[in-house]
């Protein structure tokens, strides 16, 4: 019988993340120093508002402060783009992180470009990624951030491996191919990005030592596109109805898991992936950004 894939746990590594993360927050509690996150929920997409209670109880968790703005989806642009000024000013808040998506008459690219890029703590605002692009320090987007993390503290590190991708998204494929292509610790991986145009999908993603599934169709990922060997990183989050569960739905990833268990070295479950990862950077980033506005008193 095949040899089941080692289950990369993200809900123990972010918890013991997190765990890391509250002494450091007890620390500078020490110094009269509150790192505060301001969370943003425009409208009431269902997936966004469990992000958010996620986010809130991490940081209750940690000793982080969370401020809640909740609009409506009827709301202008620019009464989220004053918030986000107010925001920018409030020295209580050390990250602003407005949810995604928006709704469809707000321009995403806008109030990203508005939150200071000192408090962008999910790495979003353009001066972020031309300098996360570049190397220079900056928030790292919290979802790639988190796979590379999960990784290294699994024991996986990149260095030198074919890193294939599937999905190209500004949230997680982009930002991961950079990070990953780094000159750094953690990273120096050989990194080739697929999407849903690509000829002979297949063919690349069997090359890959380390495969991420970042393109948001449940089981996208089959048996047949994974090398032997292989450790798989699943960052899909799919809502798939299942009539036998209490809520009618299930959450499934873009990795087709129990064909795929059964071939990779190791593998993300979902839930319990990379999930977990995505909130314990945020914390994280947040911690950061309240260190650097602090600098003169630490
Ligand atoms: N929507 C899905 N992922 C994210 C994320 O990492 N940050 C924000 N702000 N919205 C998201």
């Known amino acids: 019988m095949a040899k089941k894939a080692q289950v990369i746990d993200g809900t123990a590594i972010a918890a013991a993340m997190r765990a890391e993360l509250k002494d450091e927050a007890a620390a500078l509690a020490k110094r009269k120093i509150v790192p505060g996150l301001a969370v943003v929920l425009v409208g009431e997409n269902p997936a966004s508002q469990v992000y958010v209670r996620m986010k809130k109880k991490g940081c209750a968790e940690v000793g982080v402060q969370s401020f809640s703005h909740q609009l409506p989806t009827t709301c202008s642009e620019k009464r989220l783009l004053d918030l986000i000024a107010k925001l920018n000013g409030d020295p209580r808040v050390h990250g602003i992180l407005v949810q995604l998506p928006l709704p469809k008459h707000i321009g995403e690219a806008k109030v990203i470009s508005a939150i200071d890029p000192a408090k962008d703590v999910d790495g979003f ?174």
């Open 125 to 298: 605002h353009p001066v972020n990624v031309g300098r996360m692009l570049t190397g220079d320090p900056s928030f790292l987007p919290c979802t790639p951030a988190g796979c590379q993390a999960l990784l290294m503290r699994s024991g996986f590190n990149p260095a030198g491996q074919h890193v294939v991708i599937v999905g190209r998204s500004n949230i997680v494929g982009k930002p991961l191919a950079a990070i990953l292509m780094q000159k750094a610790p953690g990273a120096d991986a050989t990194v080739t990005v697929c999407h849903s145009r690509t000829h002979n999908l297949a063919a690349i993603t069997r090359s890959a030592d380390i495969l991420i599934a970042a393109i948001g169709v449940p089981g996208f990922v089959k048996a047949d596109m994974v090398r032997p060997g292989a450790v798989v990183i699943d960052v899909g989050v799919n809502r798939v109805d299942d009539p036998s569960t209490e809520k009618g739905y299930k959450l499934v990833g873009d990795v087709d898991y129990d064909a795929v268990a059964k071939k990779a070295a190791a593998i993300t479950p979902v839930p319990g992936g990379v999930g977990p990862m995505t909130i314990a950077m945020l914390l994280k980033n947040t911690i950061e950004s309240a260190k650097n506005h602090n600098c003169a008193r630490l």
